[in-house]
C-alpha cells in the first residue's frame, strides 16, 4: 500500500496479497460513494469486468449489511443469510463462505473488506482482527480523496442525516462564512502496525493512567467541585476511563498486532459506528463522552496539546466546541477568528462576553455540532438568528454573502454616526462606553465612537498568563490602556477571578458553588497583597492622569471599606516615596450582589460612582446559575421584578446624586438599551459592536415618553414586558 502509482493499481495489489495471505479465492473491495451505493473498486476472483459495474446499496446483499451495521460479519454458509444477494455478473456462484469488514475512518463507513471461499470456512478471531487491521490501513488510503470524493461523500451523509443546517442560541451577532476548526482535533493515526506489542501493552496502560489522573485532578478543581452538567460530565468520562472492558478491548487489539494509537481508533471507530446508528438519544450523547475521551487518550499517547488554538490555522477559521472557557478562546489568533459555535453555552457565561467584546459572530447550544463537522468544512455561522449551516450549497452562501455585505452597509451607516452624541428626541444625553478587556479591544474604542471605557476587565490579563503578571508587566498595560484612551475616561475593575475564571497559579480549595464562594473583591480582602499589588500598578500607569477604579462583587459597605482602606494604604506609600501620583482618583463600586440594592444609604456617600454589573446581579436576583443551560436564559431580565429594582437603584443614586451606569451584556441590544434609558440611566457600558445600533435607537427615542410608558407597568404580574416594549417601539418608529 505504500508502492507509489495510481491508487486504483494498488487496491489490485493488496486484494491478491490479501487473498493469498488469508488463503481464500476471493477478495474484494468496495467503496461506498455520496449516491449512497457500495461499488465494486478492485477484486481478486471475481469477474474483472464486474469492477466499477457491480453495485449494492447500504443494507443490500452481505457487503451493504457489513457497511450498514459498520461491525464484521462472519458466514460459513452465505446464501443462507436472509440479506444474500445475488449478482451474476461478478460470477461469484462457486463461492459458499464470506467474512466482511468495514472500512471505518472517524466512526464513519467508507467502504467494505471481503473475502469469500469455495469450501464452508469458519473464520477464526485472529482471522477476523488481522482482516480489520487492513482495513485501517485502507481507509487511509481512501482517506486521501484519490479513490473517492470525500467532501461529496460527507456533504452526501449529511444530507442523509438531515445534519446540513442546524439551529442554536444566537450569543454575540454577526455573520461568519469560514471552514471548521474542532477545539479538540479528532485524532488520525498513521502508525498502525506495532513493531513491539509488549512496548505498546506498557504504553497503553501508563496513558491510562495518566488520564485517569488527570480527569481526577479536574474532578478535584475548584472549577468542577461543585455539582452541575459540568461535573456530570467529567464524573462519565471518570466512569468509562475506569470501565475494565474498555481497556481489556484496547489491550486486545494491541495483542492483534496494532499500536496503541491504532488500537484507540479501532475500539473508538467501532463503538462510534454502532452508536451512530441509535435512534436513543441518551445512547448518541454517551458516543460524544466516548469520543472525547478517546481523543484525550490519543492525546497522552502522542504527547500533543488537547485543543487546536496552537495549530495552523485557516485565515477564516470557525471553532467548533462542546464548551470552552475565556481563556482558551483568547489563546486564538484573532486575526484568524471569524466564529464560534458551541453545542452549549449561554449568553451570560464569560466566553460569551469575551466573543462580543472581540465582535466574533457566537451560536450556542448547536446539539451535537462536533459529531457532524470534520476539520476544514466549509460552515456559514450566523450569529444575528442562531443559524448553522454545514457545507452549504452555493445558493445559501450566496444568500449569505448578500447578507454580510448588507450588514457591511448598515456598520457604514453607523460609522456616520461616529462623531455624533447619542441624545434623545427629547434632550437626553447617554453616554456610551464599551466593555474592554485587552489591547486588542482599544482600537475599538475610537472606531465605535465611544465615550469612554466603562468597564476595563483586568482580570483577562491574569487569564492568559502561565504565572501572576508581574508589577511592571501589570503597569505597562495599564499605561497602554490609558494612552490608548487619550483622554477618554477609562474605568478599570480591579481583579475579578472565582467562579467560572480561575487562575492556574492561584490556590483555590474545593467550592460546592463557585459563583456564590470565593471570588473577586473576598480573594482581594483575603489576600491584601494580590490588590496592594494590582492597585500599585494602577496608580503609577495613571500618573498625572485621572484613575478611575472599581471594585467588584461587594456585598455588603464593610467590603468596600476596606477596600477602600487598602487603596489608602498604596497613596500614602506613593506619597511617602515621593513618587507621581494620579491627578485625580475616583473609586466606585459595583452594584453585582443583591443585599448592596439596601445599604445604598449607607455606601453613596463613600463613593463616586456606581456600576451596576447585570450578568452576575440577575443570576443572583432570579437564584439562576448563568452557566448552567438548562436555566441561563429561563427568567426575562425585561421583566417588571428586574426593572423596578433598577429603578430602585437609580431613584437612589440620584437622591445622592451619585453617578450609576450599567456595564452588564443588556445593555448591548437596543430593546433592553431602550428600557434602561426609560428607567433612567445615562450611562451605558456595552461591546463596541453595540454602539452603532445602540446610538440609532437612542436618536429615535422620547426619553420622557417611555419614562411615563413603563412607570405605569412596573408593578404588572406579568412575566416579561418585552412584548409591550416592542410593540411601543414599532409604534414608536423607534429602530432596533
Same mark, same amino acid.
Given at each position: 500500500?505504500?508502492?507509489?502509482?495510481?491508487?486504483?493499481?494498488?487496491?489490485?495489489?493488496?486484494?491478491?496479497?490479501?487473498?493469498?495471505?488469508?488463503?481464500?479465492?476471493?477478495?474484494?473491495?468496495?467503496?461506498?460513494?455520496?449516491?449512497?451505493?457500495?461499488?465494486?473498486?478492485?477484486?481478486?476472483?471475481?469477474?474483472?469486468?464486474?469492477?466499477?459495474?457491480?453495485?449494492?446499496?447500504?443494507?443490500?446483499?452481505?457487503?451493504?449489511?457489513?457497511?450498514?451495521?459498520?461491525?464484521?460479519?462472519?458466514?460459513?454458509?452465505?446464501?443462507?443469510?436472509?440479506?444474500?444477494?445475488?449478482?451474476?455478473?461478478?460470477?461469484?456462484?462457486?463461492?459458499?463462505?464470506?467474512?466482511?469488514?468495514?472500512?471505518?475512518?472517524?466512526?464513519?463507513?467508507?467502504?467494505?473488506?471481503?473475502?469469500?471461499?469455495?469450501?464452508?470456512?469458519?473464520?477464526?478471531?485472529?482471522?477476523?482482527?488481522?482482516?480489520?487491521?487492513?482495513?485501517?490501513?485502507?481507509?487511509?488510503?481512501?482517506?486521501?480523496?484519490?479513490?473517492?470524493?470525500?467532501?461529496?461523500?460527507?456533504?452526501?451523509?449529511?444530507?442523509?442525516?438531515?445534519?446540513?443546517?442546524?439551529?442554536?442560541?444566537?450569543?454575540?451577532?454577526?455573520?461568519?462564512?469560514?471552514?471548521?476548526?474542532?477545539?479538540?482535533?479528532?485524532?488520525?493515526?498513521?502508525?498502525?502496525?506495532?513493531?513491539?506489542?509488549?512496548?505498546?501493552?506498557?504504553?497503553?496502560?501508563?496513558?491510562?493512567?495518566?488520564?485517569?489522573?488527570?480527569?481526577?485532578?479536574?474532578?478535584?478543581?475548584?472549577?468542577?467541585?461543585?455539582?452541575?452538567?459540568?461535573?456530570?460530565?467529567?464524573?462519565?468520562?471518570?466512569?468509562?476511563?475506569?470501565?475494565?472492558?474498555?481497556?481489556?478491548?484496547?489491550?486486545?487489539?494491541?495483542?492483534?498486532?496494532?499500536?496503541?494509537?491504532?488500537?484507540?481508533?479501532?475500539?473508538?471507530?467501532?463503538?462510534?459506528?454502532?452508536?451512530?446508528?441509535?435512534?436513543?438519544?441518551?445512547?448518541?450523547?454517551?458516543?460524544?463522552?466516548?469520543?472525547?475521551?478517546?481523543?484525550?487518550?490519543?492525546?497522552?499517547?502522542?504527547?500533543?496539546?488537547?485543543?487546536?488554538?496552537?495549530?495552523?490555522?485557516?485565515?477564516?477559521?470557525?471553532?467548533?466546541?462542546?464548551?470552552?472557557?475565556?481563556?482558551?478562546?483568547?489563546?486564538?489568533?484573532?486575526?484568524?477568528?471569524?466564529?464560534?459555535?458551541?453545542?452549549?453555552?449561554?449568553?451570560?457565561?464569560?466566553?460569551?462576553?469575551?466573543?462580543?467584546?472581540?465582535?466574533?459572530?457566537?451560536?450556542?447550544?448547536?446539539?451535537?455540532?462536533?459529531?457532524?463537522?470534520?476539520?476544514?468544512?466549509?460552515?456559514?455561522?450566523?450569529?444575528?438568528?442562531?443559524?448553522?449551516?454545514?457545507?452549504?450549497?452555493?445558493?445559501?452562501?450566496?444568500?449569505?454573502?448578500?447578507?454580510?455585505?448588507?450588514?457591511?452597509?448598515?456598520?457604514?451607516?453607523?460609522?456616520?454616526?461616529?462623531?455624533?452624541?447619542?441624545?434623545?428626541?427629547?434632550?437626553?444625553?447617554?453616554?456610551?462606553?464599551?466593555?474592554?478587556?485587552?489591547?486588542?479591544?482599544?482600537?475599538?474604542?475610537?472606531?465605535?465612537?465611544?465615550?469612554?471605557?466603562?468597564?476595563?476587565?483586568?482580570?483577562?490579563?491574569?487569564?492568559?498568563?502561565?504565572?501572576?503578571?508581574?508589577?511592571?508587566?501589570?503597569?505597562?498595560?495599564?499605561?497602554?490602556?490609558?494612552?490608548?484612551?487619550?483622554?477618554?475616561?477609562?474605568?478599570?475593575?480591579?481583579?475579578?477571578?472565582?467562579?467560572?475564571?480561575?487562575? #492556574?497559579?492561584? @490556590?483555590?480549595?474545593? +467550592?460546592?458553588?463557585? &459563583?456564590? =464562594?470565593?471570588?473577586?473583591?473576598? *480573594? !482581594?480582602?483575603? $489576600?491584601?497583597?494580590?490588590?496592594?499589588?494590582?492597585?500599585?500598578?494602577?496608580?503609577?500607569?495613571?500618573?498625572?492622569?485621572?484613575?478611575?477604579?472599581?471594585? #467588584?462583587?461587594? @456585598?455588603?459597605?464593610? +467590603?468596600?471599606?476596606? &477596600?477602600? =482602606?487598602?487603596?489608602?494604604?498604596? *497613596? !500614602?506609600?506613593? $506619597?511617602?516615596?515621593?513618587?507621581?501620583?494620579?491627578?485625580?482618583?475616583?473609586?466606585?463600586?459595583?452594584?453585582?450582589?443583591?443585599?448592596?440594592?439596601?445599604?445604598?444609604?449607607?455606601?453613596?456617600?463613600?463613593?463616586?460612582?456606581?456600576?451596576? =454589573?447585570?450578568?452576575?446581579?440577575?443570576?443572583?436576583?432570579?437564584?439562576?446559575?448563568?452557566?448552567?443551560?438548562?436555566?441561563?436564559?429561563?427568567?426575562?431580565?425585561?421583566?417588571?421584578?428586574?426593572?423596578?429594582?433598577?429603578?430602585?437603584?437609580?431613584?437612589?443614586?440620584?437622591?445622592?446624586?451619585?453617578?450609576?451606569?450599567?456595564?452588564?451584556?443588556?445593555?448591548?441590544?437596543?430593546?433592553?438599551?431602550?428600557?434602561?434609558?426609560?428607567?433612567?440611566?445615562?450611562?451605558?457600558?456595552?461591546?463596541?459592536?453595540?454602539?452603532?445600533?445602540?446610538?440609532?435607537?437612542?436618536?429615535?427615542?422620547?426619553?420622557?415618553?417611555?419614562?411615563?410608558?413603563?412607570?405605569?407597568?412596573?408593578?404588572?404580574?406579568?412575566?416579561?414586558?418585552?412584548?409591550?416594549?416592542?410593540?411601543?417601539?414599532?409604534?414608536?418608529?423607534?429602530?432596533?
Amino acid at each position: 500500500m505504500a508502492q507509489s502509482g495510481p491508487a486504483e493499481d494498488r487496491l489490485a495489489v493488496v486484494v491478491r496479497l490479501i487473498a493469498s495471505n488469508m488463503v481464500a479465492e476471493v477478495c474484494s473491495i468496495y467503496l461506498l460513494q455520496p449516491d449512497n451505493q457500495l461499488e465494486l473498486f478492485a477484486t481478486e476472483g471475481l469477474r474483472q469486468e464486474a469492477v466499477h459495474h457491480t453495485f449494492l446499496d447500504l443494507g443490500e446483499g452481505l457487503v451493504g449489511t457489513v457497511a450498514d451495521t459498520a461491525r464484521p460479519l462472519a458466514m460459513s454458509h452465505a446464501q443462507s443469510h436472509p440479506a444474500f444477494a445475488y449478482r451474476p455478473e461478478t460470477g461469484e456462484d462457486p463461492y459458499l463462505s464470506f467474512l466482511g469488514v468495514p472500512l471505518l475512518r472517524g466512526g464513519r463507513v467508507l467502504g467494505v473488506l471481503a473475502v469469500q471461499n469455495v469450501t464452508t470456512r469458519s473464520y477464526k478471531l485472529e482471522e477476523i482482527e488481522a482482516l480489520e487491521t487492513v482495513a485501517m490501513v485502507l481507509s487511509e488510503m481512501v482517506a486521501s480523496g484519490e479513490l473517492v470524493n470525500l467532501a461529496a461523500l460527507h456533504q452526501a451523509e449529511m444530507v442523509a442525516d438531515r445534519a446540513m443546517h442546524h439551529h442554536g442560541v444566537a450569543i454575540s451577532e454577526g455573520i461568519a462564512l469560514g471552514h471548521a476548526v474542532l477545539h479538540q482535533p479528532r485524532f488520525h493515526v498513521t502508525r498502525i502496525i506495532a513493531e513491539d506489542t509488549g512496548e505498546e501493552l506498557d504504553r497503553i496502560e501508563n496513558a491510562v493512567v495518566r488520564l485517569r489522573a488527570s480527569i481526577d485532578e479536574l474532578l478535584s478543581g475548584s472549577t468542577f467541585s461543585s455539582a452541575g452538567e459540568h461535573r456530570d460530565i467529567l464524573e462519565t468520562y471518570r466512569m468509562f476511563a475506569n470501565d475494565r472492558g474498555w481497556l481489556a478491548r484496547l489491550r486486545e487489539a494491541i495483542e492483534s498486532g496494532l499500536t496503541a494509537e491504532a488500537a484507540v481508533e479501532r475500539v473508538q471507530n467501532e463503538t462510534r459506528a454502532r452508536l451512530m446508528r441509535q435512534t436513543d438519544p441518551y445512547l448518541r450523547e454517551r458516543l460524544h463522552d466516548l469520543d472525547d475521551l478517546a481523543n484525550r487518550l490519543l492525546s497522552h499517547l502522542a504527547g500533543v496539546p488537547l485543543t487546536a488554538a496552537g495549530e495552523d490555522l485557516p485565515d477564516d477559521a470557525i471553532v467548533i466546541a462542546r464548551n470552552m472557557g475565556p481563556a482558551e478562546l483568547l489563546d486564538y489568533d484573532s486575526g484568524k477568528l471569524r466564529g464560534l459555535v458551541l453545542e452549549e453555552g449561554s449568553s451570560t457565561a464569560h466566553v460569551s462576553i469575551v466573543a462580543r467584546a472581540l465582535g466574533i459572530p457566537m451560536i450556542g447550544r448547536v446539539p451535537g455540532i462536533t459529531d457532524f463537522l470534520v476539520p476544514g468544512d466549509a460552515v456559514i455561522a450566523d450569529g444575528d438568528t442562531g443559524d448553522v449551516y454545514a457545507l452549504p450549497s452555493p445558493e445559501i452562501v450566496e444568500a449569505y454573502s448578500e447578507k454580510a455585505k448588507f450588514r457591511a452597509r448598515r456598520q457604514a451607516q453607523f460609522r456616520k454616526l461616529h462623531g455624533k452624541p447619542a441624545v434623545t428626541r427629547d434632550g437626553e444625553n447617554v453616554s456610551l462606553t464599551i466593555n474592554a478587556g485587552l489591547m486588542v479591544d482599544l482600537p475599538h474604542l475610537h472606531e465605535a465612537g465611544a465615550d469612554g471605557i466603562g468597564l476595563f476587565r483586568t482580570e483577562l490579563q491574569f487569564l492568559i498568563a502561565s504565572a501572576m503578571p508581574r508589577l511592571s508587566e501589570q503597569r505597562a498595560l495599564y499605561t497602554q490602556v490609558l494612552d490608548a484612551a487619550d483622554n477618554k475616561p477609562v474605568t478599570f475593575r480591579t481583579l475579578d477571578v472565582g467562579g467560572d475564571k480561575v487562575l #492556574p497559579y492561584l @490556590a483555590h480549595g474545593k +467550592e460546592e458553588n463557585p &459563583a456564590l =464562594g470565593w471570588r473577586a473583591i473576598r *480573594i !482581594a480582602l483575603d $489576600r491584601p497583597g494580590l490588590l496592594r499589588y494590582q492597585v500599585r500598578a494602577l496608580l503609577q500607569a495613571a500618573a498625572g492622569r485621572n484613575l478611575r477604579l472599581m471594585f #467588584p462583587m461587594v @456585598a455588603e459597605v464593610a +467590603e468596600f471599606q476596606k &477596600a477602600r =482602606g487598602l487603596l489608602d494604604k498604596e *497613596i !500614602a506609600r506613593l $506619597r511617602k516615596l515621593d513618587q507621581p501620583g494620579p491627578a485625580s482618583i475616583e473609586v466606585g463600586s459595583m452594584l453585582e450582589v443583591p443585599s448592596l440594592a439596601w445599604q445604598l444609604d449607607a455606601l453613596l456617600p463613600l463613593v463616586d460612582f456606581i456600576s451596576i =454589573g447585570s450578568n452576575d446581579l440577575l443570576q443572583f436576583f432570579f437564584a439562576s446559575d448563568r452557566g448552567n443551560t438548562r436555566v441561563g436564559d429561563r427568567y426575562d431580565l425585561l421583566s417588571p421584578a428586574v426593572l423596578s429594582f433598577l429603578k430602585h437603584v437609580v431613584a437612589q443614586c440620584e437622591a445622592h446624586n451619585v453617578p450609576v451606569s450599567l456595564c452588564g451584556e443588556m445593555a448591548g441590544r437596543p430593546l433592553e438599551a431602550m428600557a434602561l434609558v426609560g428607567l433612567g440611566f445615562r450611562t451605558l457600558s456595552i461591546p463596541p459592536a453595540a454602539v452603532g445600533p445602540v446610538k440609532t435607537m437612542i436618536l429615535g427615542l422620547d426619553a420622557a415618553k417611555l419614562e411615563a410608558f413603563l412607570a405605569e407597568r412596573l408593578s404588572l404580574p406579568d412575566r416579561s414586558l418585552r412584548p409591550q416594549l416592542l410593540a411601543y417601539a414599532h409604534e414608536n418608529k423607534i429602530p432596533l
